[in-house]
């Protein structure tokens, strides 16, 4: 089946600066790529998405880029704000399946 | 938005004992699922539903069982629970004809001491 491996554990930036979050998948079928945001002690909620088919999406300080040679995906969060502090899950799935792969999570903290 | 809940938000029991874990959505999702958040491993899914009465198996699915009892509740039983089940479990209901969204309700922490 598929793994998603995700590269930062943990993550420390400036509020106001950039944060990049990488993660890859191994199986070219992948097709759909939905990052998650799980904030303290809360479940997790849906932030942003890309399908294959696309290799950048954005919504509002959210980017997503996807480079399919590479089977990598990243968020980049801009301008980042203290409430940007979560734990970010990647994940992907394939087309009309039911189960998501999910990576084991980034721990992002701005520092105001 | 989409609404699930979990009960119990914490449980304790002891190695060998009987848990479940409920949860409901009200938004007529057709998919529900379970998953298990572990340090170290992210979100594993444990079962997951597309209905009344269907249950289809995870990834990691040795010493549980769940039941889907209606279109709104989606149940966890650990049976004969062990250490190694201590785990935060999260349950999630997807639309899976619109964009595939997973909603999370809030958690169960679970402690088999």
């Known amino acids: 089946g598929e793994k998603v491996e995700q590269h930062e554990s943990t993550l420390s930036v400036r509020e106001g600066d950039s944060a990049v979050i990488n993660c890859t998948y191994t199986?070219?079928?992948?097709?759909?790529f939905p990052w998650y945001k799980q904030e303290a002690g809360k479940g997790l909620h849906f932030v942003i998405d890309?399908?294959?088919?696309?290799d950048r999406k954005q919504s509002q300080r959210l980017i997503v880029l996807l480079d399919k040679k590479a089977k990598r995906f990243s968020l980049h969060i801009t301008a980042t704000q203290p409430e940007d502090s979560a734990i970010y899950f990647c994940a992907a799935t394939y087309t009309g399946y039911q189960n998501f792969y999910f990576g084991k999570g980034t721990s992002l903290t701005v520092i105001p | 938005e989409a609404a699930v809940t979990q009960s119990p938000r914490n449980k304790v029991t002891v190695t060998g004992g009987n848990v479940t874990l409920s949860c409901r959505q009200t938004n007529s999702h057709n998919y529900m699922y379970w998953y298990r958040q572990d340090t170290g491993h992210g979100l594993r899914l444990i079962h997951y539903s597309y209905g009344a009465g269907n249950l289809q198996i995870g990834d990691v699915p040795d010493g549980y069982k769940a039941t889907r009892t209606t279109q709104e509740d989606f149940f966890l039983l650990l049976e004969l629970a062990s250490p190694s089940q201590t785990s935060l479990y999260f349950c999630?209901?997807?639309?899976?004809?619109?964009?595939?969204?997973?909603?999370f309700g809030a958690g169960t922490r679970l402690s088999v001491l």
């Open positions: 199986d070219t079928a992948s097709s759909y």
């Open positions: 890309i399908r294959s088919n696309v």
């Open positions: 999630a209901s997807s639309d899976w004809g619109s964009q595939n969204t997973l909603y």
